[in-house]
């Protein structure tokens, strides 16, 4: 069984710039979710998608979005970055997002530092 | 109201002992509860979760979950250094997307 991997490991970006983070889920994992965790910070959810559909948002503005690919891969874009958008960007997958009792399994992380 | 909190420590514990985390929760939807252990610089790890009123024990972990009070904790018996990290609660509403997490608590096992 493949884990959740996530590339590049960590990136460096100047304001105003583009960014995207890319996301493979583990197998047989249909449900992708994005988090943002700044330093200190629990990681704070982004959006989540579900067979390349987005099946829900947290408070993150429109800058920040993602597609789900056919084998359930997913990206994270980020539009005009912003000092306070350096953190570490996770990656996290999960069997059927409405299924209570499935465990969302994250993946190593991309630390994005913007200058 | 935070809708999950933790205190965020440092708790610090001596080698051997029982580390106790606490997380309360504000949403009584809340129908199911993880633990998350993270070392510093890298990505959270599942310990363990729970869904059911009582006690849920795996190894040296025990998960304790009473939603009257909307409260959730985790023990760790014989406490190594190697368990010095940040546990993270995490909630999640029936039928719903998202994972809500508290901030972690840091944990420090004295050697």
């Known amino acids: 069984e493949t884990g959740v991997t996530q590339s590049p490991t960590h990136l460096i970006k100047t304001r105003g710039q583009q960014v995207t983070l890319r996301c493979s889920s583990q197998s047989g994992h249909n449900t992708v979710s994005w988090y943002q965790q700044a330093l200190g910070q629990g990681p704070q959810f982004i959006f989540q998608?579900?067979?390349?559909?987005?099946?829900g948002r947290g408070n993150f503005p429109p800058r920040f979005s993602g597609l789900q690919f056919p084998n359930y891969s997913s990206e994270l874009n980020v539009n005009a970055l912003e000092l306070d958008d350096s953190a570490l960007y996770l990656c996290?997958?999960?069997?059927?997002?409405?299924?209570?009792?499935?465990?969302?399994?994250f993946g190593p992380g991309t630390r994005l530092t913007v200058l | 109201q935070k809708e999950v909190e933790q205190n965020s420590g440092p708790l610090s514990v001596p080698e051997g002992a029982i580390a106790s985390l606490n997380c309360t929760y504000s949403?009584?939807?809340?129908?199911?509860f993880f633990w998350y252990r993270q070392y510093s610089g890298k990505s959270p790890e599942l310990i363990m979760f729970?869904?059911?009123?009582g006690d849920k024990e795996d190894g040296r972990f025990t998960a304790q979950l009473n939603k009257a009070s909307q409260y959730v904790s985790l023990l760790i018996r014989d406490s190594q250094p190697s368990d010095s990290a940040t546990y993270l609660c995490?909630?999640?509403?029936?039928?719903?997307?998202?994972?809500?997490f508290g901030t972690g608590t840091r944990l420090k096992v004295l050697a």
């Open positions: 998608y579900y067979r390349e559909e987005e099946n």
């Open positions: 996290a997958s999960s069997l059927d997002y409405g299924n209570t009792y499935n465990e969302q399994f």
């Open positions: 729970i869904y059911s009123n």
């Open positions: 995490a909630v999640k509403l029936w039928g719903t997307y998202k994972y809500i």
């Open positions: 949403d009584r939807g809340s129908q199911s």
